[in-house]
């Protein structure tokens, strides 16, 4: 049976949806690096949900054609998020490695140990405490950095994103659960409960999201009333929930880029890339919206597999 640590290790996930967002990151933290390096004393490179730095990915069997060889399933151990920001040339200054399962925690010391001499931090704990505390300083006049937020789920409080727009300093690369959404708010408004509610307004930042996303029941006559009452509905469809994401986000951001939609050609839509730049210089926007649409063009032809 494998050990603790071997399981830390073997943190298995990974689809054509996992690979694409990872290789669009990685080609913007390539050209920030190149652009920045010579601009700025300091750059930083923070990751949210930094996992083990690596990932098991399964690649399943192929049967065999008249001209290929049939293939049996294959276990690949592929770089994560960390590994790749680690290797980006030029290098970042430092690198915060953030993590709540304490076994991913030791799998990224381990990876640590790997890059001998670099400033590499490991934080262990809830992911909004940790970025809240971590960019509350007064060195960001000197200092600029790429964010890499990707959660398991709808963990980002709003408060969050502000704490990082108001740096004017961040970069931000989110990845955003669009199906989470679609799920705790249900088509009809009476069918989300307290907790549900409580959740949508702590991600969206706003209890205005019932009026925007829904739609008042239709006025109806006394003898209709009468029948089984009405309730509003959600006529937002994935794409507008989306389109709703995207303005609330640049009521913090000064530069919000069009989300790159994820699976990108297989099945429904269940998330949203997102990029936010949080700096308001005109350059620096100019610069921002350059390199990430530059990489999310670069991602829609790309024929990335698992």
Not at 97 to 115: I, R, T
Not at 139 to 150: H, L, N, P, S
């Amino acid at each position: 049976m494998a050990d603790a640590t071997t399981l830390a290790v073997q943190h298995e996930f990974g689809s054509q949806h996992t690979e694409l967002k990872l290789s669009i990151v990685e080609g913007y933290l390539q050209l920030y690096t190149k652009a920045l390096r010579s601009r700025w004393p300091a750059l930083w490179y923070i990751d949210a949900f930094a996992g083990t730095g690596s990932r098991t990915v399964r690649v399943a069997a192929r049967d065999g054609t008249l001209f290929e060889e049939p293939v049996a399933e294959m276990i690949e151990e592929r770089r994560g998020s960390a590994r790749i920001a680690l290797e980006v040339q030029p290098h970042f200054d430092r690198l915060v490695f953030m993590e709540q399962n304490p076994l991913h925690c030791q799998a990224l010391e381990a990876l640590k140990a790997d890059f001998p001499g670099r400033q590499i931090d490991i934080l262990q704990g809830d992911a909004n405490e940790l970025i809240r505390s971590e960019i509350d300083w007064d060195g960001w006049r000197k200092t600029r950095a790429v964010m890499f937020i990707d959660p398991y789920g709808m963990e980002v409080d709003w408060t969050t994103l502000k704490a990082i727009a108001d740096t004017r300093a961040i970069d931000v690369w989110y990845l955003f659960s669009l199906s989470g959404l679609f799920r705790q708010a249900a088509r009809k408004v009476s069918s989300i409960d307290a907790s549900k509610r409580a959740a949508i307004t702590r991600m969206l930042g706003t209890d205005e999201w019932e009026k925007e996303l829904y739609a008042p029941p239709p006025q109806r006559d006394l003898l209709s009333i009468l029948d089984e009452p009405e309730v509003a509905q959600r006529l937002a469809d994935v794409k507008s929930l989306e389109a709703y994401v995207k303005r609330r986000l640049e009521t913090l951001f000064p530069l919000v880029l069009e989300p790159f939609p994820l699976p990108l050609d297989r099945g429904p839509q269940r998330f949203s890339l997102f990029m936010a730049v949080a700096n308001k210089e005109p350059k620096a926007i100019a610069l921002a919206r350059r390199l990430g649409n530059h990489v999310l063009n670069s991602g829609k032809k790309s024929q990335v597999r698992p």
